[in-house]
């Protein structure tokens, strides 16, 4: 007799179905932790390459003078170097997938104020993932 939580228990699936079977549609990710910069204003550079061809980002990144576009274009870097090293995918023909900063532990600071209070200062990190795709699988 069979119960009736196996009967309406999913089967297992194997890892070939987990697996995305179009070699050109891979995504490749590269991920810089614990970067000692604001979310927040990291964030704002990460919005502005989004979807963007790699060649294309890089020369947003290279003209932009904030600290934060230093930062995202070590990471590209990164995850182009991993499509060309592991997947042999040429960098022409990649473009940013997903570009996304979440946040990180803070280092709290105490900042002494008048009557023997004190305010904490927070100084906050970020976790930056940027993920390239090949342009043809894009179409």
Same mark, same amino acid.
Request: aromatic share 4%.
């Given at each position: ?10 089967? /297992?699936?194997?890892?070939? *179905?987990?697996?995305? /079977? $179009?070699?050109?549609n891979i995504e490749i990710k590269a991920v810089a932790k614990f970067l000692r ?14 979807? /963007? ?12 003078? /904030? ?7 070590? =990471? ?15 960098? $022409? ?9 979440? $946040? ?22 970020? *976790? =930056? ?11």
């Amino acid at each position: 007799m069979v119960s009736e939580n196996e009967k309406t228990r999913r089967p /297992k699936r194997s890892i070939q *179905h987990r697996q995305n /079977k $179009d070699e050109n549609n891979i995504e490749i990710k590269a991920v810089a932790k614990f970067l000692r910069a604001s979310p927040r204003k990291v964030r704002s550079v990460a919005n502005t390459i989004r979807g /963007k061809s790699v060649s294309e980002a890089f020369q947003v990144l290279e003209m932009s003078p /904030k600290k934060a576009a230093r930062l995202i274009e070590k =990471v590209l870097r990164s995850a182009v170097a991993n499509a060309e090293n592991n997947a042999n995918l040429s960098s $022409d023909s990649l473009y940013i997938s997903r570009c996304f900063v979440d $946040d990180g532990p803070r280092y709290k600071r105490i900042w002494p104020r008048g009557r023997g209070r004190a305010d904490i200062i927070q100084r906050r990190m970020c *976790h =930056v993932t940027v993920a390239v795709k090949s342009i043809e699988a894009k179409s």
